[in-house]
């Protein structure tokens, strides 16, 4: 089968797409949104179908990715004064066990923390980002057992046993949004902190969240004075407690040009309930106008409705 040079071009694409994140064909493929069947009978040629809906799903795929390139791309890991905070708290949590929670405002960078402790730390730490669905207990342990490499059992109680067998002494689980757990699935989730510690050893459970997180686990009701008197580490963190080099440490490009009006500007975005989050927003579709200077992120501030 004679391909075009466009469609050639198209797969060697899929190749070096192959390399740069080392998959395999089924993997590619599944990034891609086509079987990797299709893409090793593309490849050879012995597609038997017409080839060009795939190549128009290929296409597709790669028009949006480089369009995304021209696009600011933030800073993958920013050392805030609130990000350094949360990442200290896990490693702390990791090195002695017992719970830990850290919540606040959004957009603050607690899950950056997050992120970054567990890609310094792959070994020994594992990240599992809660929502409505992994409330009752045996989701959140299959959820668990999925990220960690155990064993996937019937029962609730067989799951907790894989868990813990694949568990080890010093390792650290994250838990982000945490403010979705039920009492029962913190108490499972201690359970293991509490069967590492009766061996001697560390397990830390480390729970992120908002403000509520904090309230609820450190509250004086019965049902959870068991976890708030095993919570080693508690703390809540603010957007009013952002500080302007922050900012500079964020948006390192208006730093180095000097731009200290358009700092100080992203400075009181990110104090308001925006945060972090909402200043990245603004600079960067300020950015992609072309236009990042104070009265471009001011007028986009206003079209997209912020506080300013």
């Known amino acids: 089968m004679m391909y075009t040079s466009e469609q050639l071009e198209l797969l060697e694409k899929v190749e070096a797409l192959k390399k740069e994140k080392n998959l395999s064909q089924n993997a590619v493929g599944q990034l891609i949104g086509v079987s990797g069947t299709a893409l090793s009978q593309l490849r050879n040629g012995k597609y038997a179908a017409n080839p060009q809906k795939i190549f128009d799903t290929l296409a597709g795929y790669f028009g949006v990715k480089e369009k995304a390139q021209l696009t600011y791309s933030e800073v993958g890991y920013a050392p ?3 990000s350094e905070q949360v990442y200290a708290t896990i490693s702390i949590c990791q090195k002695k066990g017992g ?27 594992f990240l599992i980002t809660i929502n409505p669905c992994l409330t009752n207990t045996k989701s ?13 059992e019937k029962s609730n109680n067989e799951l ?10 010093g390792k650290v689980l ?12 913190i108490e499972v989730l201690r359970s293991f902190s509490d069967y590492f510690n ?17 309230t609820r686990m450190g509250g004086k009701k019965a049902e959870f004075a068991q976890i708030s008197n095993r919570t080693k580490q508690r703390k809540i963190y603010r957007n009013t407690e952002i500080r302007r080099d922050d900012i500079c440490k964020i948006f390192p490009i208006l730093e180095a040009e000097n731009m200290d009006a358009e700092i100080d500007f992203l400075h009181r975005i990110a104090r308001t309930p925006q945060a972090l989050r909402g200043a990245i927003n603004l600079f960067s579709n300020a950015y992609d106008n072309e236009n990042y200077t104070y009265a471009g992120l001011v007028a986009m501030a206003k079209f997209m409705d912020m506080e300013v």
Do not use: Y
């Not at 959140?140 to 996937?152: C, E, M, V, Y």
């Not at 907790?160 to 002494?169: E, F, G, N, R, V």
């Open 80 to 82: 805030t004064s609130i």
């Open 99 to 125: 719970l830990a929670v850290v919540c606040g405002d959004a957009g603050i960078g607690k899950t950056k923390a997050a992120q970054k402790f567990v890609t310094d730390n792959p070994s020994n730490s």
């Open 140 to 152: 959140l342990l299959k959820t668990i057992a999925d990220r960690i490499g155990a064993g996937q």
């Open 160 to 169: 907790w046993h894989s868990i813990a067998s694949k568990l080890s002494d």
């Open 174 to 185: 994250i838990f982000d949004e945490a403010q979705h757990l039920t009492v029962k699935a």
């Open 198 to 214: 009766d061996k001697g050893q560390t397990l830390g459970i480390c729970f992120i969240g908002n403000a509520e997180t904090i």
